[in-house]
């Protein structure tokens, strides 16, 4: 599959780039190359590392091959239109930002598969289920982890009813028992239900999940698997699934968690700063949750919050392969709602710990692992603004043959990406087949979105959780409350 790609990348470049400048190009791909053998080196020794080398900013190296195509451009005279040089740049970022990644992800899963997967003894787990209005999708969550294989001595769960105004007390009440509690108060916000479960157990491992996610019967040995393998690990995170592929706009955020969010956790492993456990599945080692102060109502995004104040206090954070299936949203209204509460909770927590930014002391956090959230926060978003602008100029000025090019280029390079990604994760590959909206569409929307929450979080305006309407209660009522107030 690599030799196929390369060498469709350099056929595609041939056709519309001038010899010199496809040179140029294949001189800065070459490199990226050089870099990717690296990243794997030093994932692979990141223990052996000197100090000072895991605080260089990740800036320093993407900037290279920039720079030196530039001297190049310069020193052999290349006339090129502003444009074309706008989409090459645009190339070459996305191919840093992806094809850097994905083939990372790949050695993370062969490295993950060859681990050794014995456990002497299996740690008592404390299962914390915080729950609003999350009738009709509590007690499937329940259900999945009491048939989970895992000791049932060895297993608690506490369901936290945060003031629920529907049956949700009442439908996890129906499962209490030995194994089971359920506690209920007033409605506080997520992290204050997380916080009060924690209240209500001495477990040294916790794991959260959301009430509205299944996990897979192996999912807590793998949790507990990751865990062990990695002494100095503070957290786990789960491997999210989209449960109901049922529809266009559903089987696109399918796609949408395999190639930008999985394989990125996968990749950020092999250093130990995954950025976020999120709140569907996570295993906590319950002394790194009190060495922070436990969850903090200072974002809507607390399980972010979290995990990067874990990270600052100099603990790892790593990816499992532990299933868990969670419904996404099935409108577009309900998709612009759910997203706009996550980029403005991404955006508050990034601003809240900006002094990693200019912190070498935070490590690999402070070089890698926030450099690549302002990339993809901030700069790809505003990007993909100029590009669609420099492409509609294109059209304007009649250069539709070169801007047909160019997306067929993009799009090819997608869907092999989304092959592989797909791949790692053993998901249906029928799901490349939504990787053009990759390019045209539906990240144009996300992008949307995401500039919205920029100026909202600038303007602090309406900072409330934006929770999607849940597919089984609009089965149920003709309304339903949609604020999970925070």
């Given at each position: ?14 056709y ?8 140029v190009v ?15 080196a ?14 260089v900013?990740i ?18 005279n ?12 645009a ?8 094809w850097?990644v ?9 490295r ?11 740690p008592?787990l ?6 609003y ?22 297993l608690e769960?506490?369901v ?5 105004s ?10 209490a ?16 239900a997380?916080?009060?479960g ?6 040294a491992?916790i794991?959260?999940?959301d ?10 040995r ?7 393998a ?20 559903t ?20 250093l130990?700063v995954v ?7 996570g ?37 499992s392969?532990a299933?868990?299936s ?11 709602r759910?997203r ?6 991404n ?5 809240k ?7 070498p002391?935070f490590?690999?956090?402070h070089?890698v692992?926030?450099p ?14 100029i ?25 090819l390079?997608?869907v ?14 029928w ?11 539906y990240?144009?929307f ?9 100026v909202?979080?600038f ?11 849940r597919?089984r ?11 999970f107030?925070?």
């Amino acid at each position: 599959m690599t030799v196929a790609i390369v060498g469709g990348l350099v056929i595609g470049l041939s056709y519309l780039l001038p010899v010199r400048l496809l040179g140029v190009v294949l001189a800065v791909a070459s490199m990226t190359a050089v870099f990717y053998l690296s990243s794997v080196a030093i994932a692979h020794y990141a223990d052996a590392l000197p100090e000072w080398a895991q605080t260089v900013p990740i800036w320093t190296t993407l900037a290279l091959p920039f720079t030196i195509a530039l001297v190049l451009i310069t020193q052999l005279n290349i006339a090129i239109p502003a444009l074309t040089l706008v989409l090459l740049f645009a190339l070459v970022l996305v191919f840093f930002y992806y094809w850097l990644v994905v083939p990372l992800a790949l050695y993370q899963r062969l490295r993950e598969q060859a681990r050794d997967q014995s456990i002497d003894s299996w740690p008592e787990l404390s299962v914390l289920i915080p729950a609003y209005n999350e009738e009709g999708y509590v007690g499937r969550t329940i259900e999945s982890f009491l048939a989970a294989d895992y000791p049932d001595n060895r297993l608690e769960l506490i369901v936290i009813d945060d003031g629920s105004s529907d049956n949700t007390y009442e439908e996890a009440l129906a499962y209490a028992s030995e194994t089971v509690t359920v506690l209920t108060k007033e409605n506080g916000g997520k992290h204050s239900a997380l916080n009060h479960g924690l209240a209500h157990t001495d477990a040294a491992h916790i794991v959260t999940v959301d009430a509205d996610s299944v996990i897979a019967p192996d999912a807590l040995r793998k949790l507990v698997r990751s865990l062990k393998a990695n002494p100095n690990a503070g957290a786990v995170a789960g491997n999210v699934k989209v449960a109901n592929r049922d529809s266009f706009i559903t089987r696109l955020q399918a796609l949408e968690y395999i190639v930008g969010i999985n394989t990125f956790r996968r990749t950020f492993d092999l250093l130990g700063v995954v950025t976020v456990v999120p709140g569907c599945l996570g295993l906590f080692r319950r002394e790194a949750i009190e060495s922070v102060g436990r969850y903090s109502a200072d974002t809507i995004t607390e399980d972010f919050d979290l995990t990067i104040e874990l990270l600052k206090h100099g603990v790892s954070i790593h990816h499992s392969n532990a299933i868990v299936s969670t419904e996404v949203p099935d409108t577009w209204r309900d998709l612009y709602r759910q997203r706009l509460r996550w980029f403005r909770g991404n955006f508050q927590t990034v601003l809240k710990h900006r002094t990693v930014f200019v912190d070498p002391n935070f490590g690999l956090l402070h070089s890698v692992g926030f450099p690549y959230l302002v990339l993809s926060m901030s700069v790809l978003p505003v990007l993909g603004v100029i590009i669609l602008g420099v492409i509609l100029w294109l059209v304007i000025q009649g250069s539709l043959s070169q801007f047909l090019g160019l997306l067929g280029l993009f799009i090819l390079l997608q869907v092999l990406l989304s092959l592989l990604a797909i791949r790692i994760e053993n998901d249906d590959l029928w799901l490349a087949r939504y990787a053009p909206l990759s390019i045209v569409g539906y990240k144009q929307f996300l992008d949307g979105v995401l500039l919205k929450s920029v100026v909202d979080v600038f303007t602090h305006d309406d900072l409330v959780w934006t929770g999607p309407e849940r597919i089984r209660q609009r089965e149920q009522t003709p309304a339903a409350d949609d604020q999970f107030e925070d």
